[in-house]
Every structure is written in C-alpha cells, then in structure tokens.
C-alpha cells in the first residue's frame, strides 16, 4: 500500500497553500482582468444611465419606454447576450464588456430615477426662486440629493457585474471565471474554489468602497440621522 503525496495539489485539496504559490501571477492576472472589466462596464453604464434617467424625469412620457427597455434588456439571459453581441464585438474582452453595461443600466437608471424623483418639489421650488436654470438646479440641487438612491444602485449594479464577469469564461474573457471554469472541467479543487473565493472578495470589497465613497459625499444624510 503506497502513502498518499506530501503535496496538496497532488492529492487535490479544496484548500492548498501550494496552489497560491505556484500559481500567483495566474491569480493576479485574471484577478485585474476581473476588476477591469467590472470597472470599465459599470463606469460606461453610469455616464449613459444619468443622461437617461434625466430623460425620463424631465420628460414623464419617455420614462416608460427607457424602463421598458432596460428591463427588457436585463431579463435576457447571459449566453443569449453574448450571442447576440458576438456579430458586433467578436471574442473579445468588449464583447463581456458591452453585455455588462446592458444589464447594469437597468439597474442604474431605475435608481437613479428614483433618487431624482424624490426630489422634494419645494426644494426645486425654492431653487428656481434664486434664479437657478434647469442645468444649474440639475447639476447643484437635484442630482446631489439623488446621490443616495444613485449609490444605491452603484452598489447593486458593481456586485452583480462582478459576478457575470465569469459568465465572460465562454468566450475567454472571465476574468477569474475563466479559472473557475477551467478547473471544472478537470475537477481542480484549490482552483476552483481559490478563483471563487477572490471573487467573493471582490465583490464585497467593492461594495464596502462604494458605501465608504457615499457616506464621504453625503455629509447631510449624517447630519440628518443626528
């Protein structure tokens, strides 16, 4: 009878400390392939959901279109996404990029919406009596106090994009996906769960940035809880 191997990837453990020394620059690239994709698709969601969400505010007959199409968007499912984008982007990282943008303006642009309609309307009142113009009142009055409803879904847009980067393993731009996926294939216990935790991780990092970002920038909601 042999003894097992002193090494936990050849004995293929869930967790191997072998596994993060051997194959560190593995996990650190597809770790910022990860955090580019997920950055760049929900910063392009953003400056596109502002200008939609004012739309749809200033202009109450074009809300239901913008939300019908967003929502619709965002009820396609990933593979069917991609798909439909390939012809556009081929196998590439724009091709994750431009589906992740779609589903997050769904999210970004409802609340956004919101956060703008919540807008007490004694306030813009009261603005207009100082002799704010639309873009003044806009820019200095409204979009601030939608700040809280906009980081809202900031935050729920960034962990869900976090999370269909690795759905991006199909056309290989995944991110840590790809190793998520690549270890199922060949059962590769310390990969894939490694691969899966870091994203975890990420996602939860994000979210405590974003909150730690809204509570700097929303000085008055601290005050109004006092």
């Known amino acids: 009878m042999t003894a097992p191997p002193d090494d936990c990837l050849a004995r293929n453990e869930w967790i191997c ?55 619709i968007l965002y009820t396609v499912p990933s593979l069917a996404m991609f798909s439909l984008l390939l012809p556009v982007y081929g196998l590439s990282a724009s091709l994750v990029a431009a589906g992740l943008v779609l589903y997050s303006l769904t999210l970004l642009v409802r609340n956004i919406l919101a956060g703008l309609r919540a807008v007490p309307e004694e306030t813009r009142q009261a603005a207009r009596g100082m002799g704010y113009g639309p873009i003044r009142l806009l820019l200095t009055v409204e979009l601030p106090l939608a700040v809280p409803a906009a980081m809202a879904g900031l935050r729920i847009a960034t962990v869900s994009a976090v999370s269909l980067v690795t759905v991006g393993a199909i056309v290989g731009f995944g991110g840590l996906g790809n190793l998520i996926y690549a270890g199922m294939n060949t059962y590769f216990k310390a990969q894939v769960l490694t691969a899966s935790v870091l994203c975890v991780v990420i ?11 809204q509570w700097l920038i929303t000085p008055w909601t601290r005050a109004a809880r006092r």
């Open 203 to 213: 996602a939860v990092a994000a979210d405590l940035l974003l909150l730690g970002v």
């Open 17 to 71: 400390g072998e596994y993060l020394s051997t194959r560190r620059h593995i996990l650190v690239d597809a770790t910022v392939q990860h955090l580019q994709l997920t950055a760049v698709a929900v910063a392009i969601a953003l400056v596109l959901a502002v200008p939609f969400a004012v739309l749809a505010r200033r202009w109450r007959w074009a809300a239901g279109p913008v939300l019908a199409v967003t929502t």
